[in-house]
């Protein structure tokens, strides 16, 4: 034992950096105990969905609350595809994180100050339904390892069905059903192909797009997003998410 570390084990910091590491520890045994359940049993209520309903009760305005869980079976095939087309074009392929678009975010961060874009879909599960939304590095870290851990806890049928069942489409508006009756008076599964592109073309910011649904850069980028709908899968390897 060298003298640094018998320095460092009669510290009086030593308790309460082994209890802080012990916490963290417990703490991920957690979530991935409480991702292992999720597997079967429904997150009907997120810690984003608590957070949305406390602020808007913060700020003494009264907003319904509209969330409606449908199986994947019932969704159809169209918001599959759209939101697979927008938001995570490797969802098929990846391990829970696409590197390669991780890789130029941290780039552009380095070089530009800014990044953003590259959580995928399982990213954006573990962040909606089990951690924060905050920008820290802790935090995306927490994201990255539990991402990688839930693409193989989860099939990919399971991590497209809880994101679409959690994602936000609006300010209370949360799942893809609601947001389809919401926005278009119908079901999921009676989404059009431009339907559909517009639900997923809005859900990078659905509060301000849901006020602003009419823009030229919405109507672009739903154009954008149903054009690579006819070119986006949902078969690969075992997996089969038209189901």
Same mark, same amino acid.
């Given at each position: 034992m060298t003298g640094a570390? &018998?320095?460092?084990? !009669?510290? @009086? /910091? !030593?308790? =309460?950096? #082994?209890?802080? /590491? =012990? /916490?963290?520890?417990? +703490?991920?045994?957690?979530?991935?105990? %409480?991702?292992?359940? $999720? &597997? +079967?049993?429904? @997150?009907?209520?997120? @810690? $984003?969905?608590? #957070? %949305?309903?406390? !602020?808007?009760?913060? %700020?003494? !305005? &009264?907003?319904p609350f509209r969330h409606e869980w449908i199986p994947l079976s019932r969704m159809g095939p169209n918001i599959k595809r759209a939101v697979i087309a927008s938001e995570d074009q490797k969802f098929l392929h990846h391990d829970g994180v696409d590197w390669d678009a991780l890789e130029l975010e941290m780039e552009k961060h380095l070089e530009k100050g800014r990044g953003g874009g590259a959580s995928t879909i399982t990213q954006q599960v573990v962040k909606n339904v089990f951690l924060t939304h905050e920008h820290s590095y802790i935090r995306k870290a927490r994201e990255i390892l539990i991402s990688l851990a839930l693409d193989r806890l989860w099939p990919k049928s399971r991590i497209l069905e809880v994101y679409l069942n959690t994602a936000e489409f609006g300010e209370g508006i949360f799942g893809v059903q609601s947001a389809a009756k919401y926005y278009f008076g119908c079901s999921a599964s009676a989404l059009t192909e431009a339907q559909a592109a517009f639900l997923a073309a809005i859900l990078p910011r659905p509060r301000y797009y849901q006020v602003h649904r009419g823009s030229a850069f919405i109507r672009r980028k739903a154009a954008r997003i149903e054009y690579y709908m006819q070119r986006t899968p949902l078969r690969a390897g075992g997996e089969n998410l038209a189901r």
């Open positions: 570390l &018998r320095a460092f084990l !009669r510290h @009086p /910091a !030593r308790n =309460a950096l #082994l209890a802080l /590491a =012990a /916490a963290a520890l417990l +703490w991920h045994i957690f979530i991935l105990g %409480e991702a292992a359940a $999720y &597997r +079967w049993v429904n @997150p009907t209520m997120t @810690p $984003y969905m608590k #957070l %949305e309903r406390a !602020r808007i009760a913060a %700020e003494g !305005r &009264r907003v």
